[in-house]
T-cell receptor, first 111, second 117 residues
Framework: GQQVMQIPQYQHVQEGEDFTTYCNSS?????IQWYKQRPGGHPVFLIQ?????EVKKQKRLTFQFGEAKKNSSLHITATQTTDVGTYFC???????????FGAGTTVTVRA | GAVVSQHPSRVICKSGTSVKIECRSL??????MFWYRQFPKQSLMLMAT?????????EQGVEKDKFLINHASLTLSTLTVTSAHPEDSSFYIC?????????????FGPGTRLTVL
């Protein structure tokens, strides 16, 4: 079955620095979604990517979908303490209604 | 955005008892809802897809007689953990999308933390 892998599992970042989390699927995806879960909270939708090679930006967050639609990345610039949480990618195969979640990247920030 | 609520937020029960968790879409109709389970510091694992007016679709390895799902209306799905055991202790989260598919943005409920003693 479909597997979505995410690295790194943990990311410790100095405030102000940049970092990237990567998501890879074993199969071609119809779309990929990114969610953020704060400690003690529930996942909150960030963005969806649909097109091959698509790049979307939300302030300091840049999301990218690979040309083959099998990988994605989230890059955060100038990390702030508000960026703390776990970032999940989730994708679904073509003609499949189910979302498969990656293991998540848990981000902590050193002030 | 759309709002999904869950009740209760926390429940502690004795081993062998049953626990019902409710998931409601507050401002939209959800023909399909999804139930996930999340262990500490782990990802979300899809347990089943709840379909309004029909039987739920369970993922491989999820016991349908153990985790009863009822989707009685377009705004309510319930998950009942029957004869709960300590290994059922987990964070249970439901989600729904406005168009009923997983293709678009999922709105997650706040989750229910179940502890079985």
């Amino acid at each position: 079955g479909q597997q979505v892998m995410q690295i790194p599992q943990y990311q410790h970042v100095q405030e102000g620095e940049d970092f990237t989390t990567y998501c890879n699927s074993s199969t071609t995806l119809s779309n990929i979604q990114w969610y953020k879960q704060r400690p003690g909270g529930h996942p909150v939708f960030l963005i969806q990517l649909v097109k091959s090679g698509e790049v979307k930006k939300q302030k300091r967050l840049t999301f990218q979908f690979g040309e083959a639609k099998k990988n994605s990345s989230l890059h955060i610039t100038a990390t702030q303490t508000t960026d703390v949480g776990t970032y999940f990618c989730a994708g679904s195969e073509i003609n499949d209604y189910k979302l498969s979640f990656g293991a998540g990247t848990t981000v902590t920030v050193r002030a | 955005g759309a709002v999904v609520s869950q009740h209760p937020s926390r429940v502690i029960c004795k081993s062998g008892t049953s626990v019902k968790i409710e998931c409601r879409s507050l401002d939209f109709q959800a023909t399909t809802m999804f139930w996930y389970r999340q262990f500490p510091k782990q990802s979300l694992m899809l347990m089943a897809t709840s379909n309004e007016g029909s039987k739920a679709t369970y993922e491989q390895g999820v016991e349908k007689d153990k985790f009863l799902i009822n989707h009685a209306s377009l705004t309510l799905s319930t998950l009942t953990v029957t004869s709960a055991h300590p290994e059922d202790s987990s964070f249970y989260i439901c989600s729904a999308s406005e168009d009923g598919s997983s293709y678009n943005e999922q709105f997650f409920g706040p989750g229910t933390r179940l502890t079985v003693l």
